[in-house]
């Protein structure tokens, strides 16, 4: 089993900033992604951006590259600094984690998601 923690969500105005955390907990394997979605109120959850146990990152070219994943080495945390918030940017953020046994067995765990709202 795999526990995600997401924090760092709230009320930002517009063109304000936001690092999102999430720590992973349990049993990882050495070959996983961990990536964020977001939800925002009557849409479909959409991928933001991930990146994989060697380092890569992608995100969503919505971003216009406001938007930066990092990991803490060392440890099972990611960290979304979010700048350049816009009100479309409200969402419900959920932390994603995606790994994959020796035997190539798949396994996908979520966070509890994380309010975040942009408005003045």
């Known amino acids: 089993q795999v526990q995600l923690v997401e924090s760092g969500g709230g009320l930002v105005q517009p063109g304000g900033s936001l690092r999102l955390s999430c720590a992973a907990s349990?049993?990882?394997?050495?070959?996983?992604?961990m990536a964020w979605y977001r939800q925002a109120p009557g849409k479909q959850r959409e991928w933001v951006a991930e990146i994989n146990n060697g380092g890569s990152t992608n995100y969503a070219d919505s971003l216009e590259g406001r938007f930066t994943l990092s990991r803490e080495n060392g440890k099972n945390t990611v960290y979304l600094q979010m700048n350049s918030l816009k009100p479309e940017d409200t969402a419900v953020y959920y932390c994603?984690?995606?790994?994959?046994?020796?035997?190539?067995?798949?396994?996908?765990?979520w966070g509890q998601g994380t309010q975040v709202a942009v408005s003045s």
């Open positions: 994603n984690l995606r790994t994959v046994t020796p035997r190539g067995v798949g396994y996908v765990y």
């Open positions: 349990g049993n990882i394997f050495s070959i996983y992604t």
